[in-house]
């Protein structure tokens, strides 16, 4: 459920190429109750991929990429007014911190001092809090056009928001490049010292958002020996167990319902089916690695996610529970999406053996997410 990205979106291969890509479209969405202004910046590369970014939770609203066949469908789970997300929440899109994911009883000590965070997770903080990131106006910086278009936001979080210490400055930076990658670089500064875990919450559906179908017959890899057990609160209990023998083995390409219902594992029974966190590499990497991969038989997408995180959250859309209807007018359902969430381990700052999520004053903290998407060019069977 978290991290700093850049995001990567590869075309359908074979596809004609089309014109080239359109100077971004930058729009009012929106006004807030205070009559601050929310705006939407549209990217195109020209084949077939559409973006677009609102400035309310650095969030991507709709993604729009071709099928097997070429069509273009929005792939993301979103809204079509400004009303539903400030009202309806469901983290759709948006950029979340200060940190994603969730830490023990809202609490952490740094340097000696314990800080008190917000606990809107049951007894956890979850996502940076009642009002995190993706609650926030972030302010449009930059639109720039050309061969790549790109919008960059900045949020300054200041001190003590959330109870988190620190000043903190924050950019996402969304590219739409001719090479078919959308990308978007979260970075980070601190006037003192600070834990941070920034990632994307999109929530995915490749058969298009407005299909009706659910991700259950979706096709997963993730490249990971280890996962990180919860506990009935959904926090890590510290341990790093095996995947092998589980249903959480998706080390090899496995269809997500196969084994979603399993009850007779404790893991699968608290999450609900997958809420968890896989451990990729110990640690952030100098440059992105796969974190996991999504094949969509029925319409020929195929998402590849890369990070230089060393964890990935895997969430199947477990609490949605058609109380909000989205951008097409259905109502979002259990396992009508996926998110797959690049980000330091839940709980990191508690959990001394995780590593560290902290951020000190003249160091840039820095994610890099990579969706990249193609095509499969015939159903095939997995188990």
Not at 110 to 121: F, M, S
Not at 141 to 162: N, W
Not at 277 to 289: G, I, K, L, Q, Y
Not at 352 to 376: C, E, M, Q, W
């Amino acid at each position: 459920m978290r991290g700093l990205g850049t995001v990567a979106l590869c075309a359908c291969a074979g596809l004609p190429a089309l014109a080239q890509a359109a100077e971004p479209a930058r729009t009012v969405f929106g006004t807030l109750p205070d009559g601050r202004t929310v705006e939407e910046v549209t990217l195109t590369n020209g084949k077939g991929v559409t973006a677009r970014i609102l400035s309310w939770g650095a969030l991507l609203r709709t993604l729009e990429v071709p099928d097997r066949t070429g069509k273009a469908a929005d792939v993301v789970l979103g809204y079509s007014d400004l009303a539903s997300y400030l009202n309806k929440g469901s983290y759709f899109g948006v950029s979340v911190g200060r940190y994603a994911n969730r830490i023990r009883a809202g609490r952490f000590t740094l340097d000696g001092q314990t800080y008190a965070l917000a606990t809107n997770d049951g007894p956890n903080a979850l996502h940076g809090g009642s009002a995190g990131f993706d609650k926030r106006l972030w302010t449009i910086t930059a639109v720039k056009g050309g061969a790549a278009p790109s919008v960059t936001l900045r949020y300054v979080s200041p001190d003590g928001e959330e109870g988190y210490p620190g000043t903190l400055t924050a950019t996402a930076t969304y590219t739409l490049e001719a090479s078919d990658t959308l990308s978007v670089t979260y970075e980070a500064t601190t006037d003192k010292p600070t834990i941070v875990n920034l990632t994307n919450h999109s929530f995915f559906n490749l058969a298009g958002e407005g299909s009706g179908r659910s991700i259950l017959n979706n096709v997963l890899t993730i490249p990971a020996a280890r996962f990180t057990p919860v506990d009935a609160t959904l926090i890590p209990t510290g341990e790093h167990l095996p995947v092998a023998g589980t249903p959480f083995d998706f080390r090899t390409p496995t269809v997500i319902g196969a084994r979603i219902r399993d009850g007779r594992d404790v893991q699968i029974v608290r999450g609900r089916g997958y809420d968890h966190n896989w451990v990729v590499t110990d640690a952030p990497t100098a440059e992105p690695h796969l974190v996991a991969r999504v094949e969509d038989p029925d319409s020929g997408r195929v998402l590849d996610v890369s990070s230089n995180q060393p964890g990935v959250q895997f969430y199947a859309g477990n609490f949605l529970n058609a109380t909000v209807v989205g951008k097409s007018g259905l109502a979002y359902r259990q396992s009508d999406a996926l998110a797959l969430e690049p980000e330091l381990f839940p709980d990191t700052p508690n959990q001394p053996a995780f590593g560290s999520a902290r951020l000190d004053p003249g160091k840039t903290y820095r994610n890099v997410i990579t969706y990249r998407f193609s095509t499969s060019p015939a159903h095939r069977t997995h188990k």
